[in-house]
């Protein structure tokens, strides 16, 4: 099986910079998805590690340590549109099923 | 681009009554998946198809079924609703090249209460 934890809510003022962690415990580890998720909406797409590293994608970047089953998602510059849940999803070889985390809400505040 | 649609948005249901969600893609993804979210939860696997005329098991399969009889299309049943099945269901789509340009990509959701 897979365990995937994220930590639930945290709270970030306008224009500053938060880290949201993602821990998983996995066999057969290939890849490592973000999304986000606003409320009442459909997750979208934000960014993908499948190598050590950082990924940097404007004002998010993503970072990947397989050896440490560990990743984060940096968001820079906040704004109050970016207050929404960001979901940690890792694959598995031989299929594209992903499992995702609980979810970590990120509240904006000016 | 409609990408990943699905209907109904929004159903309430009363015990014991039976319904099918509609999940359409247009993207000519061979995957495609069924999640449900609820609270506290995380989205969780239902079912999901790999191809047309194929169709497996997830996490929580119990009490839904589903059929991919087109490519375009993935239908999730419920025979006989229960109120742990009031959740909001999300279906999905892939590509089968696994990879960076390849997320799952999600619909609206259908809100579903059952009473």
């Known amino acids: 099986g897979q365990n995937i934890d994220q930590p639930t809510e945290m709270t970030a003022t306008e224009g500053a910079i938060v880290q949201i962690n993602c821990t998983y415990q996995?066999?057969?580890?290939?890849?490592l998805f973000w999304y986000q998720q606003h409320a009442g909406e459909a997750p979208t797409f934000l960014s993908y590690?499948?190598?050590?590293g950082l990924e940097e994608k404007g004002r998010f970047s993503s970072f990947l340590s397989r050896s440490k089953g560990y990743s984060y998602l940096l968001l820079k510059e906040l704004q109050m549109k970016d207050s929404a849940s960001y979901l940690c999803?890792?694959?598995?070889?031989?299929?594209?099923?992903?499992?995702f985390g609980k979810g970590n809400q990120v509240v904006v505040i000016p | 681009n409609a990408g990943v649609t699905q209907t109904p948005k929004f159903r309430v249901l009363k015990t014991g009554q039976s319904m099918t969600l509609l999940c359409a893609q247009d993207m000519n993804h061979e995957y495609m998946y069924w999640y449900r979210q609820d609270p506290g939860m995380g989205l969780r696997l239902i079912h999901y198809?790999?191809?047309?005329?194929?169709?497996a098991k997830g996490e929580v399969p119990d009490g839904y079924n589903v059929s991919r009889l087109k490519k375009q299309n993935f239908l999730l049943g419920l025979e006989s609703a229960a109120p742990s099945q009031t959740s909001v269901y999300f279906c999905?789509?892939?590509?089968?090249?696994?990879?960076?340009?390849?997320?799952?990509?999600f619909g609206d959701g259908t809100r579903l209460s059952i009473l």
């Open positions: 999803a890792v694959r598995r070889y031989g299929n594209n099923r992903l499992a």
């Open positions: 999905a789509s892939s590509s089968m090249e696994t990879g960076r340009n390849q997320p799952q990509h």
């Open positions: 590690n499948v190598l050590d």
């Open positions: 198809s790999v191809g047309e005329g194929t169709t």
């Open positions: 996995t066999s057969g580890f290939n890849g």
